[in-house]
Nanobody
Framework: EVQLVESGGGLVQPGGSLTLSCAAS????????MNWFRQAPGKGLEWVSR????????YYADSVKGRFTISRDNAKNTLYLQLNSLKTEDTAMYYC?????RGQGTQVTVSS
């Protein structure tokens, strides 16, 4: 059974930083590309970033390009998302995902 557990969210001021983690289990993590999504209050699910199975290639939504960095540690079965220069519009529940499976999410709130 695929299990994805996100952590690292919190309340941060505009311009601040956070690092999100996603602990994966129940599948061979190193064989799969992984994604981060987010959902802001009252809005639909938005794709944020993708990383290939080996970590060589990364992709970002225009809204986060240059501010967020996706990475992975296949030895630890863990996916990361570094969030820098945070804006109020980055406030959302953040989810990691493998194919159609995603975790319970971690809340990021950007507010002064």
């Amino acid at each position: 059974e695929v299990q994805l557990v996100e952590s690292g969210g919190g309340l941060v001021q505009p311009g601040g930083s956070l690092t999100l983690s996603c602990a994966a289990s129940g599948f061979t993590f190193s064989n799969y590309a992984m994604n981060w999504f987010r959902q802001a209050p009252g809005k639909g699910l938005e794709w944020v970033s993708r990383i290939t199975s080996g970590g060589a290639l990364t992709y970002y939504a225009d809204s986060v390009k240059g501010r967020f960095t996706i990475s992975r540690d296949n030895a630890k079965n863990t996916l990361y998302l570094q969030l820098n220069s945070l804006k109020t519009e980055d406030t959302a529940m953040y989810y990691c995902a493998k194919d159609a499976s995603r975790g319970q999410g971690t809340q990021v709130t950007v507010s002064s």
